[in-house]
Every structure is written in structure tokens, then in C-alpha cells.
């Protein structure tokens, strides 16, 4: 089952974060890489003022796998952990790494805390633009548009630049 995943990293060598959790992903027996976006940059969204100054590099992997949206939900909380994500009260403080689930398949999940698509994927310039550019005529289950018509529904701002097109 097809199954794409958000990144992101604005705490320490950011890239090597994401490069080790793709690394790790792919290490996982039944899992195989189909695609992966180029890396964005980006401005910190919902960040308290003393944040903002940290950007975060995001990219999102489109991986084939036989893994139900549980399974990819304790196998990527665990990953993060692994990785050094610290987990608090602050919901929005910087993060050595982020993974989110955006779908698998054509599935929706409303169960135990966790939603699947992800229900904010749609409102972020950092998931949408890089997943348009290797899936821009997917349409994610539960919306009427392909990700190319919602990048570009969204506004241009906050900004998001290429950071690295090759990683």
C-alpha cells in the first residue's frame, strides 16, 4: 500500500536528520522507497516568538509497504525517539525530527487520536509543495482536488524555497 510521510528538522544538522530517518525507513523490512521530494526550506508555522528564528528543512517520501496506518504510526513515533525528538507541552517547539503519516492508500483512519489523511496536510506549503512536485496528480482521499490544484489554492506565504534538490 502507497503511503506518503512529511518531514521535517530545524533543530541541529537538519539535513542529516532527515537523511538518517529516510535511511532508517528504508532499513524496514517490506518497505521501498517510490519516491522522495526534493528538500524545502522553511519558515516555522504556529511557532512561539522565540522559535522563529529556527527554519525547518521539509520533504515528504511516498513509500510502498504492506503496513496499515497503526502500524506506520508506532513504527514512525518510535523512529523520531530514536532520532532525538523530545516530546513536551510545547507542541510547536523545535525538533530534531517530525514524521507524519499525510496517507496510506486510500484508506481514512479516525481512531485512537490518530486521523489519517493527516487533517491539516492541505493547510501547509511545506507538505503540499513538495509533495507536488512527485505527486501532483495524486488526489488524497477525501478531497475533491489533485495536490497540484491545492498548492496552488494556497497563499504564498509562509515561505518555502528549494533547499536541495538531490539528497
Known sequence: METIISMG???GDRLAA??????????WPDVVLVA?????????????VQYRHLPFLNAVLV???????????K?????????GRKRGLDRYA???????IVCVGHTCVQSGG???????WRERRFVVRPLADIRPDLVIPG????????????????KVALFAKEW
Do not use: C, F
Open 9 to 11: 528538522s530545524n533543530l
Open 18 to 27: 532527515l537523511t538518517m530517518a529516510r535511511r532508517r525507513i528504508m532499513e
Open 36 to 48: 522522495q521530494s526534493p528538500v524545502y526550506e522553511t519558515e516555522p508555522v504556529g511557532v512561539q
Open 63 to 73: 513509500v510502498e509497504s504492506p503496513w496499515d496506518a497503526h502500524a506506520w504510526y
Open 75 to 83: 513504527r514512525l513515533h518510535a523512529l523520531e525517539t530514536k532520532l
Open 94 to 100: 523545535p525538533r530534531t525530527i517530525d514524521l507524519d
Open 114 to 120: 490518530l486521523v489519517i489523511p493527516h487533517p491539516h
Open 143 to 158: 478531497e475533491g482536488r489533485t495536490v497540484r490544484e491545492m498548492l496552488d489554492a494556497l497563499p504564498p506565504t509562509p
